[in-house]
């Protein structure tokens, strides 16, 4: 299907990342066998496993693989109990994840959230509110807007005559024209590819920041008439997930927005291990570089148990090849693989109901197992 070898660089982390990371791997191989590809896996440690193995979350011998690979497979980073032992610089997220974002300038997220019809039971809303299925496509500015924005810090400060001292915290939220320009531009596309409809989400009736998101999105969308578009504030759009899922298609989020939205989504499709994501840079002539990860985080409370979902880091796969190789075929392969071990009954815990008559409780290695096999 392709000469060209795929080089991944596949950094599985901290927690669950390691099993999750597995079985994503041995479910490319069987891609690679189906497909005639040849894919050139290399893995390195981040997080707190690149701390214990090189004295910081995002050693430089890993950097320098990201930069040689076309892609990033990542699993997770940060364990709760040792966070709080370094200074927050050097902790996983900011020191390896949000700098990866940077290095990279992966400036858009994109976290699709489907409801597979036999996980209704899995979905938190009543089956009324599922209608016939949810399918929403988040769209996430990822570089700019509060996690990004400067000045970011604690400072203390005094409070009058009593002199007492008080921590003051501040952190900024900025966004260019430029760079919702950008990002409205990938909603659009990626509507058109879908259901045609993009709900920008803002906070224009209490931010300069919504204002100004609001008129840059409204411009761009005039170079798309045959996509319809809505604005939302974001708070209403937190209720309209809950109350009515299925009006949506695609949700355009600045960063934080789009950071709490997206975790509201993932519960409706029934479990944040069924949550894929990826975060992508400008395509050059060389392709898209991409970053490919389970929304979820490092569960280190199941870790090592043979119990978390590796769904998530396995349809990660499957955006991996899509939007850095273009090989969809082979997405299709992986998405449909999952679909057919849904449909035959696997669950891992997380997504297992005792009511389904025909349902089976599995672990992390069977289901990765089930999942190369029906590739």
Not at 43 to 55: K, L, M, Q, T
Not at 269 to 277: E, N, Q, R, V
Not at 318 to 347: C, H, P, Q, W
Request: glycine share 8%; charged share 25%.
């Amino acid at each position: 299907m392709s000469s060209k070898t795929l080089k991944i660089a596949a950094l599985a982390g901290d927690g669950i990342g390691p099993e999750v990371m597995r079985e994503a791997i041995k479910v490319l191989r069987a891609v690679e066998k189906k497909f005639a590809l040849t894919i050139n896996i290399t893995e390195a440690p981040v997080g707190w496993a690149g701390i214990d193995a090189a004295g910081k979350a995002l050693p430089d011998a890993t950097l320098k693989l990201c930069k040689e690979s076309d892609c990033i497979l990542f699993g997770s980073v940060g364990l709760p109990d040792r966070d709080p032992t370094i200074p927050k610089e050097e902790r996983p997220e900011r020191a390896a994840l949000l700098r990866l974002r940077k290095e990279f300038s992966l400036f858009a997220n994109l976290r699709p959230v489907k409801l597979p019809k036999e996980l209704s039971h899995a979905c938190p809303l009543a089956k009324e509110r599922q209608g016939t299925g949810i399918d929403i496509l988040v769209v996430r500015e990822l570089t700019g807007g509060m996690y990004f924005g400067q000045p970011k810090k604690t400072e203390q400060i005094s409070a009058g005559a009593s002199k007492a001292t008080i921590l003051r915290a501040i952190d900024t939220m900025v966004y260019t024209t430029p760079e919702i320009e950008r990002i409205a531009h990938v909603a659009f596309k990626t509507a058109r590819l879908r259901r045609k409809k993009v709900t920008s989400i803002d906070k224009a009736n209490v931010l300069e920041n919504g204002v100004l998101w609001r008129d840059v999105v409204t411009t761009v969308a005039k170079e798309y008439p045959d996509v319809q578009l809505e604005h939302m504030f974001v708070d209403n759009g937190a209720m309209q997930l809950v109350l009515k899922p299925t009006q949506f298609d695609v949700m355009l989020c600045e960063n934080m927005f789009g950071d709490i939205l997206s975790d509201e989504a993932a519960a409706l499709g029934g479990s944040l291990g069924m949550l894929p994501s990826a975060s992508l840079g400008s395509a050059g002539s060389t392709g898209q570089f991409g970053f490919y990860e389970p929304a979820g985080g490092t569960a280190p409370d199941i870790a090592g148990k043979n119990l978390a979902n590796p769904i998530a880091q396995i349809l990660s796969t499957a955006l991996m090849l899509r939007y850095t190789f273009n090989l969809n075929d082979a997405a299709l392969a992986i998405e449909n693989a999952v679909g057919k071990v849904i449909s035959d009954g696997l669950r891992t815990g997380d997504i297992f109901s005792a009511s389904e008559t025909n349902a089976r409780k599995v672990g992390t290695t069977e289901m990765g197992d089930a999942i190369a096999a029906a590739i």
